[in-house]
């Protein structure tokens, strides 16, 4: 084996070595709780109502819409609201 097929050997290892951490990983996972802890951190009472809008931001983008809809309903300021149900529908 020549010198150069061992040098191209050993960077293709090593370089599968450094990316299999990353595939391996899952992927990072939003929930209905992440909604509800930056609507508190943002000062919001979090209470049934928001509870509720953020379960309903967890089902894709139509329950994001729902979730929308609902914080505003609330009097959620849009920016607040907007952020709030993308934290609770993103994969």
Do not use: W
């Not at 050997?9 to 990353?22: E, F, H």
């Not at 819409?65 to 709030?84: H, P, R, S, T, W």
């Amino acid at each position: 084996m020549s010198k150069a097929r061992r040098i191209i050997g050993m960077a293709v290892a090593t370089a599968m070595a450094g990316a299999l951490p990353m595939l391996a990983a899952s992927p990072a996972q939003a929930t209905s709780g992440d909604c509800t802890n930056y609507m508190r951190n943002l000062g919001y009472n979090v209470r049934d109502g928001v509870i509720s809008a953020c379960n309903h931001g967890e089902g894709g983008f139509v329950g994001a819409q729902v979730c929308f809809g609902m914080l505003i309903q609330l009097g959620v300021k849009y920016d607040d609201a907007n952020e709030a149900c993308y934290q609770a529908a993103r994969d």
